[in-house]
């Protein structure tokens, strides 16, 4: 079983930046990728930035040269660098992953707990 755990929210100023990161463990076998997804309140849960193993990222326009995310294949982590923070980003953002165990090879999508991102303006 694949587990996911963040950290990194918090409460911040407009302009300003925060860093999350997430760690996956457990018996894995394989990643397809990392990434982030942000559910505002009243709104869907909407993809932040996606990276697929040995590829590019991937991100949403509304993050676009502000939002950073990096892997780090040989801890299975993914971090989202968020700078120029708006208030619009305010939400709760949650750690995301596609795997495989060395029990189960069936690829099984996983979801961290979520951590609550706050920008003020």
């Known amino acids: 079983q694949v587990q996911l755990v963040e950290s990194g929210g918090g409460l911040v100023q407009a302009g300003g930046s925060l860093r999350l990161s997430c760690a996956a463990s457990?018996?894995?076998?394989?990643?397809?990728?990392m990434g982030w997804y942000r559910q505002a309140p009243g709104k869907q849960r909407e993809l932040v930035a996606v990276?697929?193993?040995?590829?590019?990222?991937n991100y949403a326009n509304s993050v676009k040269g502000r939002f950073t995310v990096s892997r780090d294949y040989a801890k299975n982590t993914v971090s989202l660098q968020m700078n120029s923070l708006k208030p619009e980003d305010t939400a709760v953002y949650y750690c995301?992953?596609?795997?495989?165990?060395?029990?189960?090879?069936?690829?099984?999508?996983?979801w961290g707990q979520g951590t609550l991102v706050t920008v003020s303006s």
């Open positions: 995301n992953t596609v795997a495989s165990t060395m029990t189960d090879y069936t690829y099984l999508e996983v």
């Open positions: 457990g018996n894995i076998r394989s990643i397809r990728h």
């Open positions: 990276i697929f193993s040995g590829g590019s990222p």
